[in-house]
């Protein structure tokens, strides 16, 4: 490859071709995964959708929560098994850029929409006298909405930024998608100046999210703790559990992967934890809210039922 970075036209995954004897194992056990995913999030923005006892503001988030994790992962296993079944791993620049832009597009949105759904548990705990003034309709719409116009300028920004550096001939990206830490690697020059941008920019769009959910979840236990009997401490709890557990797995992962400097990027290591969130944490969602959810149970054999009705 010439340096001349013009020339630098496509770049290689690499992926997981170390695994030479495993290739066909990984594709069932990703396929597997996919379609369970795409299963699991859907069957919840259906129930969402369809039942009418699903139509408060933490649902009306769950739904949208569920179609992120639907196109989140849909921007990264597709391509992987394609990679994996057919053994091309090259990915053209601007199909490079095009997956990084939804795939930052996707993660910064759901990271603004944790922090709303984590507001609706505060004022539902909180302020339950001033719940439905404080996540109207015309709210909800309104937070969702500007998660969704964060996450697009996120993605818009980091991906013209990074694919404006020069890329001086290796193209080998030593990871299964178009990740930032990884292509940082094939930038030639000094990058420390650009990798800082990045670095800051990640953690305001990271840890400003992960502070207002503190702050709404600080004030939720300190009300909670406050209520005389266990069983309403218990019920108080148990509402925003799911949600606790969700960030938990969605920003540890995030925070380790994207706050630090590419010089300890580990090619052996990150992809893994990237996997995690990309492609487990997605899976695990409507596990979590379905099996911690009396609402979303209670709906799921409501629709069961009715299937089974119509069949007689």
């Given at each position: 490859?010439?340096?001349?970075t013009?020339?630098v ?12 004897g ?51 992962t849909?921007?990264?296993i ?12 090259h ?46 309709h ?34 080998v ?39 207002l959910?503190?702050?709404s ?17 218990c ?42 969130y ?8 409507p ?26």
């Amino acid at each position: 490859m010439s340096t001349n970075t013009s020339v630098v036209t496509e770049f290689i995954l690499a992926g997981f071709s170390h695994l030479a004897g495993l290739q066909s194992l990984l594709f069932s056990l990703f396929l597997t995964v996919y379609l369970l995913t795409i299963a699991g999030n859907l069957l919840i923005v259906v129930l969402v959708s369809a039942d009418s006892a699903l139509q408060s503001p933490m649902y009306f988030f769950l739904r949208i929560l569920s179609a992120l994790e639907i196109g989140y992962t849909s921007v990264t296993i597709p391509l992987l098994l394609h990679h994996l079944l057919t053994g091309q791993r090259h990915i053209p620049r601007s199909g490079c850029a095009l997956q990084m832009f939804f795939f930052l597009f996707f993660g910064a949105t759901e990271c603004c929409l944790l922090a709303a759904m984590a507001y609706d548990r505060y004022a539902a705990i909180c302020e339950p006298l001033r719940y439905p003034l404080l996540l109207s309709h015309r709210m909800c719409l309104q937070l969702a909405g500007s998660a969704w116009a964060c996450g697009a300028m996120v993605g818009l920004g980091h991906t013209s930024f990074i694919f404006s550096l020069p890329f001086c001939g290796p193209n080998v990206i030593p990871h299964f998608f178009c990740e930032i830490q990884p292509i940082l690697q094939l930038v030639c020059g000094d990058t420390s100046f650009s990798e800082m941008q990045i670095i800051l920019a990640a953690a305001l769009l990271i840890l400003c999210p992960f502070g207002l959910i503190l702050g709404s979840y600080g004030r939720i236990l300190a009300t909670i703790f406050r209520i005389p009997s266990a069983a309403g401490r218990c019920k108080a709890f148990s509402t925003c559990s799911s949600h606790l557990v969700v960030v938990s797995l969605f920003y540890s992962t995030g925070i380790f992967i994207y706050i630090h400097p590419k010089a300890s990027y580990d090619p052996a290591t990150d992809p893994l934890l990237s996997l995690f969130y990309a492609v487990v944490t997605p899976i695990l969602n409507p596990i979590i809210y379905s099996l911690r959810n009396t609402d979303v149970k209670a709906a799921l054999k409501r629709t069961i039922q009715k299937m089974r009705a119509a069949e007689i």
